[in-house]
């Protein structure tokens, strides 16, 4: 049976240590972008922590959101890229072939989530990160859109792996950069189609909930809030 | 002073001696801009020559270093350029679209017009379709739009609106070209039987051997109708598919039905204000006070009012519907752009689409050539205006309140935007070198006795026979 790829972020687990951004840049290549572009709204991140208050001083609550592209099954941006740079791939991720980008970004204007990342000028790598850079995905220069993959070079590696060892996939075998390094277990990846896996089990909890799944996007990313779930009970 | 067509009938009765001299003086005023060159022209040439070259350098250090030279930012990660893109491919609706319909209505003042309406449309398409190639990351792969056959039997994307968009300009253009083209061509062989050299070589090819024969006015008027049809769902569906570059995505206040027609009936306005400027120009710069007359301006001011009433219309609809409907994600780009961060352009658009020209536009005795002038000028900068407050408030304030931005333009943006107006006005510059800027033979047409609408005979090069009567004269053409 063909994988489904999915993730599930525990909002009730989520500390906002960004660890996961960090493995993110690390494993995917993001360059940085320094100070000054940042602050202008260009800083590159497939995985980025959103924070909000709720409550006022001095008794605010702190919520931490990680927000990455939710691989959406009706995925806005892939329908307008006129060069077929955005694409879905079999396994239902939204691909994103960077030599094919001719940069008309219109994938991130469609996009609800804002979660594409633009190349407004070629990379950099401050000294030392230059040498760590991952050889399994490719550099993109300027012009190009990027975006989270659900770290596709460790999907297809562990696929080929098990293929050549005539098995199936098990779960748990991969994850993303980001499920591996969240130390407090918020971020879970595995196949949606495996009903036994614990992407599978933890997609169907009651606490539930896709971001902005009103907009009928599909997305493949599933939020855990126990706070909806009582406000739901409690109603 | 304007003849009145009892007037000129009566002229006609007479021997066809004055109309003869009409005709001789028609040639000889609309050539004159041709063959001498004013101290003036050759300023406007260089200044808007520099204009292009500032645009020029300016693309090419973002070439150089990266399209993160202008100010997009995500979430704005469409801005001047885009707005650019859609005000021009308006602007390009003044010609060819209104010099169809009023050909097609059997206009007859649309003569001294129709010419310098379609130029404009022809130069705004490649002004509007030189933008988005300048404004992609990476403007050299341009070209990976053209579905043509490869190697890596890759096709590209016909679900793109922007696909569309390519299409539907290129559709535009060449339409609009040969619609530009076709009433050239008896001006082109009137230029080569009165010039020498190098320019009679040029317009020997541009007349492409005309010479005036009944079967060759008979294809002309055959083709030109053709053409006014075809063009004018050609025209509308343009800006329709422009339109829905926007409507077609999800984004907050972009995702409407009644985008297309509201951005046709921007085009149209937008599209006459700048023909009613430009004749102001050529009229003033080329002396066609006898040609481009009040009537002309009054007429097309008439238009102007319905236009700017009906993009009033337009624009009211859609923002109480929005209002009315009162959902979270739309309303936060609602109040952005009426009331907090872009208030005072969204209210200084009113006033340039609305308050100031439809009093202009409404009382006769406003709706002069100075007039009309003032309320044109107004119209082109709040339609600008509003095809910046279409795109702008939508993207910087998309759903996720964290992902909220804001957009400012750099120098580079500025230059460009400056260069695409000066390489408008240099082009028109230049064409009016080349082309009588009103038709000549179409003029002439106007001089010829009522006689049913079919050409049987046509003596001379330029002087068809048998069409309509009407049109301003020369006023003093001697008796």
């Known amino acids: 049976m063909a994988h489904k790829w999915g993730l599930v972020v525990d909002l009730d687990r989520c500390t906002g240590c960004e660890a996961c951004v960090v493995a993110c840049h690390a494993e995917n290549n993001v360059p940085t972008v320094g100070k000054d572009q940042a602050a202008i709204g260009r800083a590159m991140q497939w995985i980025r922590v959103e924070r909000s208050w709720e409550g006022d001083f001095p008794n605010p609550k702190v919520r931490f959101q990680p927000v990455l592209c939710q691989q959406c099954d009706a995925a806005p941006c892939e329908a307008v890229c006129p060069t077929y740079a955005s694409y879905h791939t079999e396994e239902g991720l939204n691909g994103q072939a960077y030599n094919r980008c001719i940069g008309t970004r219109f994938c991130a204007n469609a996009c609800p989530y804002t979660v594409r990342s633009f190349n407004f000028f070629n990379p950099s790598w401050q000294k030392p990160l230059n040498l760590q850079l991952n050889p399994d995905v490719s550099v993109r220069s300027v012009g190009i859109m990027e975006k989270c993959t659900f770290c596709v070079q460790r999907i297809k590696s562990a696929e080929i792996q098990a293929e050549a060892e005539k098995r199936d996939l098990k779960d748990g075998e991969l994850t993303t950069a980001c499920a591996q390094s969240c130390a407090s277990k918020a971020l879970v990846f595995g196949d949606l189609n495996d009903p036994n896996s614990e992407v599978s089990r933890l997609a169907s909890s009651n606490r539930a909930a896709k971001l902005m799944g009103e907009l009928g996007t599909k997305p493949n990313v599933t939020y855990l809030d126990r706070g909806a779930w009582q406000d739901a009970k409690n109603s | ?479």
């Not at chain 2, 007859?108 to 398409?125: D, L, N, Y």
């Not at chain 2, 053409?227 to 570059?245: E, G, Q, R």
């Open chain 2, 1 to 479: 002073m304007q003849k009145t067509v009892e007037q000129i009938e009566q002229d006609l009765q007479r021997p066809t001696g004055r109309t003869q001299r009409a005709a001789e003086r028609i040639e000889q005023d609309l050539l004159r801009p041709i063959f001498t060159t004013s101290g003036k022209y050759k300023v406007a040439v260089a200044v808007s020559g520099l204009l292009v070259l500032a645009g020029v350098a300016a693309f090419g250090y973002q070439l150089y270093t990266g399209i993160g030279v202008w100010g997009i930012n995500s979430p704005v990660f469409w801005a001047f350029d885009i707005t650019n893109f859609v005000f021009w491919i308006g602007i390009s609706h003044a010609g060819t679209l209104i010099s169809a319909i009023l050909r097609l209505c059997n206009a007859t003042w649309r003569r001294p017009v129709t010419r310098c309406a379609e130029a404009i449309t022809v130069f705004s398409i490649v002004i509007g379709g030189l933008i988005p190639l300048c404004h992609i990351g990476r403007p050299w792969l341009g070209y990976w739009l053209i579905p043509y056959p490869n190697q890596r039997g890759i096709w590209p994307n016909f679900r793109s609106p922007l696909l569309w968009d390519f299409f539907a300009i290129l559709t535009y253009l060449t339409g609009s070209t040969t619609f530009l083209y076709l009433p050239t061509i008896p001006d082109f062989a009137a230029i080569r039987d009165a010039s020498t050299g190098f320019r009679k070589k040029i317009c020997r090819i541009l007349s492409l051997g005309w010479q005036g024969t009944p079967r060759q006015w008979q294809r002309l008027e055959i083709a030109m109708h053709i053409m006014a049809i075809a063009i004018v769902p050609v025209a509308v569906s343009v800006h329709t598919i422009v339109s829905w570059d926007f409507s077609m995505t999800l984004v907050p206040m972009w995702h409407s039905t009644i985008f297309g027609p509201y951005f046709v009936t921007g085009a149209i306005f937008s599209g006459i204000a700048a023909l009613i400027l430009a004749m102001a120009l050529l009229r003033h710069f080329l002396h066609l006070e006898q040609y481009l007359t009040p009537l002309h301006f009054n007429n097309l001011g008439k238009l102007l009012l319905t236009m700017s009433l009906l993009w009033f219309y337009f624009t009211f609809c859609e923002r109480l519907t929005t209002w009315y409907g009162n959902t979270p994600d739309e309303m936060a780009v609602f109040w952005q752009s009426i009331r907090l961060h872009f208030a005072p352009l969204f209210w200084t658009m009113v006033i340039c689409n609305l308050i100031i020209p439809v009093p202009i536009l409404s009382m006769k005795r406003f709706r002069t050539i100075t007039g009309t002038a003032i309320a044109s000028s107004t119209i082109i900068v709040g339609m600008w205006i509003e095809r910046f407050l279409i795109i702008v408030p939508a993207l910087d304030h998309k759903f996720l309140p964290f992902s909220w931005g804001v957009y400012r333009p750099t120098w580079v943006e500025d230059t460009l935007m400056a260069s695409s107006f000066g390489m408008m006005a240099l082009l028109y510059l230049l064409f009016s070198k080349a082309v009588p800027m009103i038709s000549i033979w179409e003029m002439k047409v106007g001089l010829q006795p009522h006689g049913g609408g079919i050409i049987t005979t046509a003596p001379a090069i330029a002087e068809p026979h048998g069409l309509v009567l009407e049109g301003p004269l020369p006023t003093d053409v001697p008796e």
